[in-house]
């Protein structure tokens, strides 16, 4: 039976109103559960607003409000939990990494959230190829674990370092290398289940160790339906849509692990899960194969299966325009091949190419893994990238892994964009094309009714295009609210009634996942845009990618979670709160889905001074890695400055707003009084230093760095210059808060460099700043009072075409983005300033081409600055390096002092976990001679506070080489 409070949590999701008395009752019963879960389970049970607010999505168009969250220790915690459920008679929702794109992870009642605690891998047999783990294990960690035995996982979203094996099992996922290895239904050996009545349940082949409710109910179903369960199933490698009931049959040893995988937690909680390893090659190389079109390559596809490829991808150029490596070509097939060594696998890889040759316009084979990693990350990207349509529009998913027949592909995709141009809609699919799956986010407009009627009347088409063509409306991510009110459409009445049979059998209560494949709510309810605003808010920065429209921004994050990848990933730096504490509300979908919520107004009910949003922000370094990372350029730093600057809106704020957010002007009246001695000295005497701190707001831990004696603009003004006004390039070196006021010697350096290379170097005549510390402690009418205050001091400048240097990474990157988007168009010249600005690197390439910079020689070691990596790129700076005979890389994550938030109090343990991510393990890792590079004045404080190592500017460590 479904209480009273089940029924309330369905009336708050469909907005239906309710009066204040009834509101206190469904508080009561809330409060009520949350008691009872907190006495019968041991792990974390969570039913604050914030809680709730980041489980109300996954992936996908849809939108369900939780009760509660519980995070589990262990299968008795889960039993208990439902129990507990049972009693009260409140649905529950089982939820791994939330990157389902079909709405089935998105919460009613109770959330289990598997990926906190539930997450280890019990065991694994090499010789059997057997692996047994819990549901919240990360699929990178199982192959991670299978790679040291030459084994892997067969399926592989491109989600793998996010995605939950549980997740995966809910929607029998495929990935990329189905064509070898099959669908994650062919690798399950062994599940073992709850059911919401409390049975535990061990599935595998065959009925017999059932409890013999489920046993007899089973052979029923199966017995009196042989023919329809035999006849009424589309061949095709990716059938996912429905229940498998084909796989009761007899002949099929009544695989009942397989029947439950894809079941998308709608009959059984799993706890555990028995799966198959497969034999990984020892090498692999990858033919990129270039075509017309992408009807060309859909039609070719098929064709190359018989070559024993580990995947075939497919992809147009109106998805990667301006990816390198491709060949030439409109549309590529991603073409992968093992081999038992790299040469086996190059020249497995040429036969394909050959083979193709009569219908492709160019071909690449790469043998290299780091080649064959980028080319991947293309792929990867895709679902994040298709958000955003070439015009910059949105586009959604919802239709976006039907799958037909390979050898229909090329005829289904010509009629599926007839049907799309036929609805006036837009899209570009990519995808499995040797599994004949094809993944496309469509520009649907979501946030009108009118919209709405298109997307539901163009859901109901392509169904019926989908069945004409004998595929599967789903074809990898489960049906979940998008599609399974369509299922009839594809099966037919008679075998949906089978499902509805198949699910009352499991779950006679329906308290797993309702409205999910039995019984579906419709594909156009639940929408996760109808609770947004439908006017632009009132907001400070100009957005201009989202055409001013905050909520537009917000709406960027789709949640496909790359921003909760928790491994070392090359030179990425999203997200590094996340990857510090481990916890959703500090990953930057997290923060995303808080702002969402927050616009909504429902969950989290206080607006621009909600603390739920603050508290998630406040662990955000404003790193801007999400603004290159994120596959839709989500920039958290940004938004965080905007909510910042409103939630602090005539109220007094954190101490350390006052003390670092004004920085420039307290270093400047430090400079002008010529006080660095003394605060040099007081910062040394402890109680000073320590009530010093205390009224900042500077984290107890932190030494407070020292002024320079001499600011960089006061030694330059005594500075002989030594290039000929005449015979140089003028460029502006810029005189940043940091390099000015506390490292003058970076800046004495770069003059050295550049006037070497024959630049005559000029210096603004007034004090500029890029507002930095404004911005990022949201104090932005202030900011845009110096920010304006400094376009009249280089206006001059400006006019004169020069070029502007920058040498602090996160000031120049304020320059070329926060400047230019809060000044919006307001003032043309911040749009001058913003593309005349350079790095260090970048201007020496531009402007002194010829310039040989002095042999260094040596090897380095460090960080490429965060803000560098997002905003300004780092190309010019390898160059340079490389051709001052500095090897090795730079790595990538951020230092975590990340300008005031490593200084700010409680701070401190997290700056250091993000600075041991990647920074310190690479510094002590390198040979004691390695140089150690950080353009950034934080990188160096940190490497300072932490290490032993010291460290420089680049521009130091060449003007050091100079004769």
């Given at each position: 039976?479904?209480?009273?409070?089940?029924?309330?949590?369905?009336?708050?999701?469909?907005?239906?109103?309710?009066?204040?008395?009834?509101?206190?009752?469904?508080?009561?019963?809330?409060?009520?559960?949350?008691?009872?879960?907190?006495?019968?389970?041991?792990?974390?049970?969570?039913?604050?607003?914030?809680?709730?607010?980041?489980?109300?999505?996954?992936?996908?168009?849809?939108?369900?409000?939780?009760?509660?969250?519980?995070?589990?220790?262990?299968?008795?915690?889960?039993?208990?939990?439902?129990?507990?459920?049972?009693?009260?008679?409140?649905?529950?929702v089982a939820r791994g990494a939330g990157t389902s794109i079909a709405g089935q992870a998105t919460g009613l009642g109770v959330v289990l959230d598997f990926t906190r605690h539930m997450r280890s891998i019990r065991s694994l047999d090499p010789e059997q190829r057997t692996a047994v783990v819990q549901p919240g294990v990360i699929l990178d960690e199982l192959r991670t674990a299978a790679g040291a035995h030459g084994l892997t996982f067969g399926p592989d979203p491109s989600t793998h370092s996010r995605c939950t094996l549980g997740?995966?099992?809910?929607?029998?996922?495929?990935?990329?290398?189905?064509?070898?290895?099959?669908?994650?239904?062919?690798?399950?050996?062994?599940?073992?289940?709850?059911?919401?009545?409390?049975?535990?349940?061990?599935?595998?082949?065959?009925?017999?160790?059932?409890?013999?409710?489920?046993?007899?109910?089973?052979?029923?179903?199966?017995?009196?339906?042989?023919?329809?369960?035999?006849?009424?199933?589309?061949?095709?490698?990716?059938?996912?849509?429905?229940?498998?009931?084909?796989?009761?049959?007899?002949?099929?040893?009544?695989?009942?692990?397989?029947?439950?995988?894809?079941?998308?937690?709608?009959?059984?909680?799993?706890?555990?899960?028995?799966?198959?390893?497969?034999?990984?090659?020892?090498?692999?190389?990858?033919?990129?194969?270039?075509?017309?079109?992408?009807?060309?390559?859909?039609?070719?596809?098929?064709?190359?299966?018989?070559?024993?490829?580990?995947?075939?991808?497919?992809?147009?150029?109106?998805?990667?325009?301006?990816?390198?490596?491709?060949?030439?070509?409109?549309?590529?097939?991603?073409?992968?091949?093992?081999?038992s060594g790299r040469e086996e696998a190059y020249a497995r890889a040429e036969e394909i190419a050959r083979a193709a040759a009569h219908a492709t316009t160019d071909h690449t084979v790469v043998a290299d893994p780091a080649g064959q990693r980028a080319l991947w990350r293309v792929r990867e990207d895709a679902s994040g990238t298709a958000t955003r349509m070439p015009d910059g529009s949105e586009a959604w998913p919802g239709w976006e892994d039907c799958a037909v027949p390979p050898a229909r592909l090329g005829a289904y995709l010509?009629?599926?964009?007839?049907?799309?141009?036929?609805?006036?809609?837009?899209?570009?699919?990519?995808?499995?094309?040797?599994?004949?799956?094809?993944?496309?986010?469509?520009?649907?407009?979501?946030?009108?009714?009118?919209?709405?009627?298109?997307?539901?009347?163009?859901?109901?088409?392509?169904?019926?295009?989908?069945?004409?063509?004998?595929?599967?409306?789903?074809?990898?991510?489960?049906?979940?609210?998008?599609?399974?009110?369509?299922?009839?459409?594809?099966?037919?009445?008679?075998?949906?009634?089978?499902?509805?049979?198949?699910?009352?059998?499991?779950?006679?209560?329906?308290?797993?996942?309702?409205?999910?494949?039995?019984?579906?709510?419709?594909?156009?309810?639940?929408?996760?845009?109808?609770?947004?605003?439908?006017?632009?808010?009132?907001?400070?920065?100009?957005?201009?990618?989202?055409?001013?429209?905050?909520?537009?921004?917000?709406?960027?994050?789709?949640?496909?979670?790359?921003?909760?990848?928790?491994?070392?990933?090359?030179?990425?730096?999203?997200?590094?709160?996340?990857?510090?504490?481990?916890?959703?509300?500090?990953?930057?979908?997290?923060?995303?889905?808080?702002?969402?919520?927050?616009?909504?107004?429902?969950?989290?009910?206080?607006?621009?001074?909600?603390?739920?949003?603050?508290?998630?922000?406040?662990?955000?370094?404003?790193?801007?890695?999400?603004?290159?990372?994120?596959?839709?350029?989500?920039?958290?730093?940004?938004?965080?400055?905007?909510?910042?600057?409103?939630?602090?809106?005539?109220?007094?704020?954190?101490?350390?707003?006052?003390?670092?957010?004004?920085?420039?002007?307290?270093?400047?009246?430090?400079?002008?009084?010529?006080?660095?001695?003394?605060?040099?000295?007081?910062?040394?005497?402890?109680?000073?230093?320590?009530?010093?701190?205390?009224?900042?707001?500077?984290?107890?831990?932190?030494?407070?760095?020292?002024?320079?004696?001499?600011?960089?603009?006061?030694?330059?003004?005594?500075?002989?210059?030594?290039?000929?006004?005449?015979?140089?390039?003028?460029?502006?070196?810029?005189?940043?808060?940091?390099?000015?006021?506390?490292?003058?010697?970076?800046?004495?350096?770069?003059?050295?460099?550049?006037?070497?290379?024959?630049?005559?170097?000029?210096?603004?005549?007034?004090?500029?700043?890029?507002?930095?510390?404004?911005?990022?402690?949201?104090?932005?009418?202030?900011?845009?009072?110096?920010?304006?205050?400094?376009?009249?001091?280089?206006?001059?400048?400006?006019?004169?075409?020069?070029?502007?240097?920058?040498?602090?990474?996160?000031?120049?990157?304020?320059?070329?983005?926060?400047?230019?988007?809060?000044?919006?168009?307001?003032?043309?010249?911040?749009?001058?300033?913003?593309?005349?600005?350079?790095?260090?690197?970048?201007?020496?390439?531009?402007?002194?081409?010829?310039?040989?910079?002095?042999?260094?020689?040596?090897?380095?070691?460090?960080?490429?600055?965060?803000?560098?990596?997002?905003?300004?790129?780092?190309?010019?700076?390898?160059?340079?390096?490389?051709?001052?005979?500095?090897?090795?890389?730079?790595?990538?994550?951020?230092?975590?002092?990340?300008?005031?938030?490593?200084?700010?109090?409680?701070?401190?343990?997290?700056?250091?976990?993000?600075?041991?991510?990647?920074?310190?393990?690479?510094?002590?890792?390198?040979?004691?001679?390695?140089?150690?590079?950080?353009?950034?004045?934080?990188?160096?404080?940190?490497?300072?506070?932490?290490?032993?190592?010291?460290?420089?500017?680049?521009?130091?460590?060449?003007?050091?080489?100079?004769?």
């Open positions: 039976m479904i209480t009273s409070l089940k029924h309330s949590v369905n009336v708050l999701i469909e907005a239906l109103p309710v009066d204040h008395g009834d509101m206190a009752e469904h508080e009561a019963e809330a409060d009520e559960l949350e008691q009872a879960l907190r006495g019968a389970v041991r792990g974390d049970v969570s039913f604050d607003a914030a809680s709730r607010a980041l489980m109300t999505m996954d992936a996908s168009n849809y939108r369900r409000v939780p009760t509660g969250v519980v995070a589990p220790r262990d299968a008795d915690d889960v039993a208990a939990a439902l129990a507990v459920c049972r009693e009260h008679g409140v649905p529950v997740g995966m099992i809910g929607n029998n996922s495929c990935g990329s290398h189905s064509v070898a290895w099959g669908t994650t239904a062919d690798n399950v050996h062994a599940l073992d289940v709850l059911t919401y009545g409390g049975e535990r349940v061990r599935a595998a082949q065959g009925l017999d160790a059932l409890p013999a409710r489920l046993r007899d109910g089973m052979r029923s179903l199966a017995g009196d339906h042989l023919a329809l369960l035999r006849t009424g199933f589309p061949e095709l490698p990716r059938r996912i849509s429905g229940y498998a009931l084909d796989e009761l049959l007899p002949e099929k040893n009544a695989d009942v692990a397989r029947a439950l995988t894809g079941s998308e937690g709608t009959l059984g909680v799993l706890t555990e899960a028995t799966v198959r390893l497969v034999e990984a090659p020892a090498a692999r190389a990858l033919a990129v194969l270039g075509y017309p079109d992408e009807s060309a390559a859909a039609e070719a596809a098929h064709t190359l299966l018989p070559y024993g490829p580990l995947t075939v991808e497919g992809m147009a150029a109106d998805l990667v325009a301006g990816a390198s490596g491709l060949p030439k070509g409109g549309a590529w097939l991603f073409v992968e091949v093992g081999g010509r009629d599926f964009r007839a049907l799309m141009a036929q609805h006036g809609l837009r899209g570009t699919p990519y995808g499995h094309f040797g599994d004949g799956c094809i993944h496309v986010r469509i520009d649907f407009d979501l946030m009108r009714e009118a919209g709405v009627r298109v997307f539901r009347d163009f859901s109901t088409d392509l169904a019926d295009l989908v069945v004409t063509h004998g595929g599967s409306l789903s074809g990898e991510h489960g049906d979940g609210l998008a599609r399974a009110e369509l299922l009839p459409r594809m099966y037919g009445d008679e075998m949906v009634g089978l499902f509805h049979r198949f699910k009352d059998l499991w779950d006679p209560a329906n308290g797993l996942n309702p409205g999910v494949l039995a019984r579906p709510r419709r594909l156009d309810q639940d929408l996760r845009f109808d609770v947004l605003p439908r006017r632009p808010v009132d907001v400070e920065f100009g957005y201009p990618h989202d055409g001013g429209d905050f909520s537009a921004a917000v709406r960027r994050c789709v949640g496909v979670a790359k921003c909760r990848n928790e491994s070392v990933s090359g030179a990425s730096v999203m997200c590094p709160s996340y990857r510090a504490t481990g916890e959703e509300q500090h990953s930057t979908r997290g923060r995303a889905r808080l702002l969402h919520e927050m616009l909504a107004g429902e969950v989290v009910q206080d607006g621009w001074r909600s603390e739920e949003v603050r508290d998630a922000l406040d662990l955000c370094l404003s790193c801007k890695g999400c603004r290159s990372d994120c596959p839709v350029g989500v920039d958290m730093a940004t938004y965080k400055a905007e909510f910042l600057h409103h939630h602090y809106e005539g109220r007094v704020r954190p101490a350390g707003h006052y003390s670092m957010g004004w920085l420039p002007v307290w270093l400047r009246a430090a400079a002008s009084l010529r006080a660095a001695p003394v605060a040099n000295a007081a910062s040394g005497v402890g109680f000073l230093s320590t009530l010093a701190k205390r009224m900042g707001g500077i984290a107890p831990e932190r030494d407070i760095p020292e002024l320079a004696r001499e600011p960089f603009t006061r030694w330059w003004r005594g500075h002989v210059r030594t290039v000929p006004r005449e015979a140089a390039r003028t460029v502006v070196l810029w005189p940043d808060t940091f390099t000015n006021y506390l490292s003058p010697s970076v800046g004495q350096a770069a003059v050295r460099v550049l006037e070497s290379a024959g630049l005559r170097v000029v210096v603004p005549p007034k004090p500029v700043c890029c507002g930095l510390t404004w911005v990022s402690t949201g104090q932005l009418d202030r900011a845009r009072t110096v920010m304006r205050r400094t376009l009249d001091v280089m206006a001059p400048a400006l006019d004169a075409g020069l070029p502007v240097v920058g040498l602090e990474p996160s000031c120049t990157a304020a320059l070329r983005t926060d400047l230019p988007e809060l000044l919006g168009s307001d003032d043309p010249r911040a749009a001058r300033l913003a593309s005349s600005v350079q790095t260090f690197a970048q201007a020496l390439e531009t402007h002194a081409p010829d310039w040989e910079p002095p042999k260094v020689d040596r090897p380095v070691v460090g960080q490429t600055h965060c803000h560098q990596h997002a905003v300004l790129g780092d190309a010019a700076d390898r160059r340079l390096r490389e051709r001052a005979g500095l090897t090795g890389e730079l790595s990538g994550g951020c230092c975590g002092l990340a300008g005031n938030f490593g200084f700010e109090a409680g701070h401190y343990d997290v700056s250091v976990a993000c600075a041991e991510d990647q920074l310190l393990p690479s510094v002590r890792a390198a040979d004691e001679n390695a140089e150690v590079l950080a353009d950034g004045f934080s990188c160096r404080t940190q490497l300072d506070h932490l290490t032993d190592r010291p460290s420089r500017h680049l521009a130091e460590l060449l003007a050091e080489r100079l004769s």
